[in-house]
């Protein structure tokens, strides 16, 4: 599965939009990018996952480049809830049972 | 509708003990999988389930054991506990045929002393 790149730590005002970057730049032509987040070490949460094209639901949108090689995760109006470790993962949509995680991104949200 | 349980939530063990977490999900999911997550790391793949009777390894699968003799139960167990084993342990379920996340049950937080 192709590897992903993010910053550490990100900040982000609460009611602002936060924009969380992911790089992947080996994803192959059937790997799906997947965000998960996991807010004060209790279980992962799904966000959201797009192969080519843009996605939005309840939770984010998702934007993937043209050339697929990076994607950032949305969150429309950050709360203070959101504060969470982001996981940008790619992986084939015939194995999500066996995700890599990477060490994500922290964002914090701030008041 | 639980979801994915996961007991005990809290196991202090003393070096060479042996123990068994235990997950059980209602969701009638066909994967399962177990992993790890030690301090300010990403989550690691010890072993995964395709369904009832099948298991196999992932990523750090030594010193663990698993079995998955019904749909809903999926056991880990340390044969002898070592301080290295010293982790956050989260099952997690997948239903084939979509939708595509797995599910993360609360995790069980264990020390090995």
């Known amino acids: 599965d192709a590897k992903t790149t993010q910053p550490t730590s990100m900040d982000c005002a609460e009611g602002r939009a936060a924009n969380l970057p992911c790089n992947h730049s080996?994803?192959?032509?059937?790997?799906?990018v997947y965000w998960y987040r996991q807010i004060h070490s209790q279980g992962p949460q799904y966000i959201i996952h797009?192969?080519?094209n843009n996605e939005t639901n309840e939770m984010a949108s998702l934007i993937i480049t043209e050339d697929r090689k990076s994607s950032t995760l949305i969150l429309p109006h950050a709360t203070l809830r959101d504060t969470a470790v982001y996981y940008c993962?790619?992986?084939?949509?015939?194995?999500?049972?066996?995700?890599?995680f990477g060490k994500g991104t922290l964002l914090t949200v701030n008041p | 509708n639980a979801g994915v349980t996961q007991t005990p939530k809290f196991q202090v063990l003393k070096t060479g003990q042996s123990m068994t977490l235990q997950c059980a999900q209602d969701?009638?999911?066909?994967?399962m999988s177990w992993y790890r997550q030690d301090p300010g790391m990403g989550l690691r793949l010890i072993h995964y389930?395709?369904?009832?009777?099948?298991?196999d390894q992932g990523e750090v699968p030594n010193g663990y054991n698993v079995s998955r003799s019904t749909t809903e139960d999926f056991p880990l167990r340390l044969l002898s506990a070592a301080p290295s084993q010293t982790s956050v342990y989260f099952c997690?379920?997948?239903?084939?045929?979509?939708?595509?996340?797995?599910?993360f049950g609360p995790g069980t937080r264990l020390t090995v002393t």
């Open positions: 993962i790619v992986n084939s949509g015939g194995s999500n049972y066996k995700l890599t």
């Open positions: 080996t994803i192959s032509g059937n790997e799906y």
């Open positions: 797009g192969l080519k």
């Open positions: 969701m009638n999911h066909e994967y």
């Open positions: 389930s395709v369904g009832a009777g099948i298991t």
């Open positions: 997690a379920t997948l239903g084939r045929g979509g939708p595509y996340e797995q599910y």
